[in-house]
């Protein structure tokens, strides 16, 4: 075995045990969930949070019936669903500590209501808010709130985003199948930790692994067979296009098409007029952290340095005794694990189903386009920018369109600035 075979198994094994250790420490504590998977259950409770036409995230919901009970929260657009047993009339509670400053309960015991499946599988429950959060909460703590949700939305995109920046840089290829590595790392989460009962970090761990392997055995079976054959990059993005597709319904035939609930919403907490969730906080300091491990290994490492010689001229690299192809497969396992940790905490947050990559895949495009082809820092930024961008423009646009927003805003400043954020102007090669 060669010195710098020997060199790539330590930093992996230091890698995993590094990341093991962060979530050891960041998730102590975490309570077990119950042996039972609730996405199994066969009835359903369901409804959505709206306080004059304007979506309500975070609002915890609880059902119960005898010795049974359950919780969730609403997701960001203010939608949820609780899955039980076994038919009954259940009672449905909403908890008015989580709702936003200054928005109340239309009716005095309207947050208690009732959920009859008795003769059927499924029941909606409405409950109806008073005073419109925009006018009970002050322009500086709305603005507050949607930096804080820009925020920890732009971190989760910044830790896929680099991926695709990576692969790219060494590559020169644009993989339309990286949303499906990001679904793949949220299901298997839910798999491990929800269907086997493992401890959440094991599940965190195994599913990074397999998003890894998926990674490793994609450039190995597909891309570097391609890249042999000398096949254009355009026809090899052509070739990611049909992957992807067939990747996501392979998805949805082995997993189905509801959505899994992996970590019920976590507990609410409150800073400020900021109401988010123990989940949200744990994923934004893991996202900082592993952001500057990356800049760290780009950086400092032998191998972070052989990456960014192949990115700016494979030729050279190669000339200079760098094996240009053993440092794409590096890259691409590396790459395929922060997409997987992505996927792992995004779905603990927001849920996972088979379209949770596809949803946010123009997103990440977006957000590498806009830092830089080819550049992490640079990814990362834009990926801070567009997640801002979505979050505060909720404020003035409708909910819908602001994904829309932040594309618009793509393309005011690549007008401006065609390279990008931090994107060279000429590359070498």
Same mark, same amino acid.
């Given at each position: 075995?060669?010195?710098?075979?020997?060199?790539?198994?330590?930093?992996?094994?230091?890698?995993?045990?590094?990341?093991?250790?962060?979530?050891?420490?960041?998730?102590?504590?975490?309570?077990?969930?119950?042996?039972?998977?609730?996405?199994?259950?066969?009835?359903?409770?369901?409804?959505?949070?709206?306080?004059?036409?304007?979506?309500?995230?975070?609002?915890?919901?609880?059902?119960?019936?005898?010795?049974?009970?359950?919780?969730?929260?609403?997701?960001?657009?203010?939608?949820?669903?609780?899955?039980?047993?076994?038919?009954?009339?259940?009672?449905?509670?909403?908890?008015?500590?989580?709702?936003?400053?200054?928005?109340?309960?239309?009716?005095?015991?309207?947050?208690?209501?009732?959920?009859?499946?008795?003769?059927?599988?499924?029941?909606?429950?409405?409950?109806?808010?008073?005073?419109?959060?925009?006018?009970?909460?002050?322009?500086?703590?709305?603005?507050?709130?949607?930096?804080?949700?820009?925020?920890?939305?732009?971190?989760?995109?910044?830790?896929?985003?680099?991926?695709?920046?990576?692969?790219?840089?060494?590559?020169?290829?644009?993989?339309?199948?990286?949303?499906?590595?990001?679904?793949?790392?949220?299901?298997?989460?839910?798999?491990?930790?929800?269907?086997?009962?493992?401890? =959440?970090?094991? +599940? #965190? $761990?195994?599913?990074? !692994?397999? *998003?890894?392997?998926?990674?490793?055995? %994609?450039?190995?079976? /597909?891309?570097?067979?391609?890249?042999?054959?000398?096949?254009?990059?355009?026809?090899?993005?052509?070739?990611?296009?049909?992957?992807?597709?067939?990747?996501?319904?392979?998805?949805?035939?082995?997993?189905?098409?509801?959505?899994?609930?992996?970590?019920?919403?976590?507990?609410?907490?409150?800073?400020?007029?900021?109401?988010?969730?123990?989940?949200?906080?744990?994923?934004?300091?893991?996202?900082?952290?592993?952001?500057?491990?990356?800049?760290?290994?780009?950086?400092?490492?032998?191998?972070?340095?052989?990456?960014?010689?192949?990115?700016?001229?494979?030729?050279?690299?190669?000339?200079?005794?760098?094996?240009?192809?053993?440092?794409?497969?590096?890259?691409? =396992?590396?790459? +395929? #694990? $922060?997409?997987?940790? !992505?996927? *792992?905490?995004?779905?603990?947050?927001? %849920?996972?189903?088979? /379209?949770?990559?596809?949803?946010?895949?123009?997103?990440?495009?977006?957000?590498?386009?806009?830092?830089?082809?080819?550049?992490?820092?640079?990814?990362?930024?834009?990926?801070?920018?567009?997640?801002?961008?979505?979050?505060?423009?909720?404020?003035?646009?409708?909910?819908?369109?602001?994904?829309?927003?932040?594309?618009?805003?793509?393309?005011?400043?690549?007008?401006?600035?065609?390279?990008?954020?931090?994107?060279?102007?000429?590359?070498?090669?």
């Amino acid at each position: 075995m060669s010195q710098l075979n020997i060199r790539m198994g330590r930093k992996a094994g230091v890698f995993l045990g590094l990341v093991a250790m962060l979530f050891s420490l960041l998730f102590a504590g975490a309570p077990a969930h119950a042996a039972d998977d609730p996405s199994t259950y066969p009835y359903s409770i369901a409804g959505t949070i709206l306080n004059d036409d304007k979506e309500v995230p975070d609002v915890k919901i609880t059902a119960t019936l005898d010795d049974f009970t359950t919780s969730v929260v609403t997701n960001e657009w203010g939608e949820w669903e609780i899955r039980v047993p076994k038919q009954g009339i259940y009672k449905v509670e909403l908890d008015v500590t989580t709702l936003p400053a200054g928005v109340t309960m239309t009716d005095k015991g309207g947050e208690v209501s009732e959920a009859d499946l008795t003769q059927t599988d499924f029941a909606a429950v409405l409950f109806s808010l008073g005073k419109s959060t925009v006018q009970a909460q002050s322009f500086s703590d709305q603005l507050l709130v949607r930096v804080w949700s820009g925020l920890n939305f732009g971190l989760l995109l910044a830790i896929a985003a680099i991926g695709i920046s990576l692969i790219f840089g060494t590559t020169g290829l644009n993989n339309f199948a990286h949303g499906e590595m990001v679904t793949l790392g949220a299901l298997f989460m839910w798999v491990f930790y929800q269907g086997l009962g493992q401890n =959440i970090i094991v +599940s #965190a $761990l195994g599913a990074v !692994a397999v *998003v890894a392997a998926f990674g490793w055995a %994609q450039d190995a079976g /597909l891309w570097k067979p391609l890249r042999k054959r000398r096949m254009g990059l355009n026809q090899m993005m052509i070739v990611s296009i049909g992957f992807s597709i067939v990747a996501r319904y392979v998805l949805l035939l082995v997993f189905g098409g509801d959505t899994k609930d992996i970590g019920g919403g976590g507990n609410i907490v409150q800073l400020g007029p900021i109401y988010t969730s123990d989940i949200a906080l744990v994923s934004l300091v893991i996202c900082v952290i592993i952001l500057a491990g990356v800049a760290l290994f780009l950086t400092r490492t032998r191998i972070g340095k052989a990456t960014r010689a192949v990115s700016d001229n494979p030729s050279l690299a190669a000339a200079t005794g760098i094996d240009v192809e053993r440092i794409v497969r590096i890259v691409w =396992i590396v790459a +395929s #694990a $922060l997409t997987g940790l !992505a996927g *792992v905490l995004y779905g603990l947050q927001f %849920q996972a189903n088979w /379209l949770t990559g596809f949803d946010i895949l123009l997103l990440l495009f977006a957000a590498v386009t806009l830092g830089g082809l080819g550049t992490a820092l640079g990814a990362t930024v834009g990926a801070l920018i567009i997640g801002m961008v979505v979050e505060v423009s909720s404020m003035f646009i409708p909910n819908e369109l602001k994904y829309a927003a932040a594309l618009v805003v793509l393309i005011v400043i690549l007008i401006v600035r065609p390279q990008g954020v931090l994107g060279k102007k000429q590359r070498i090669g």
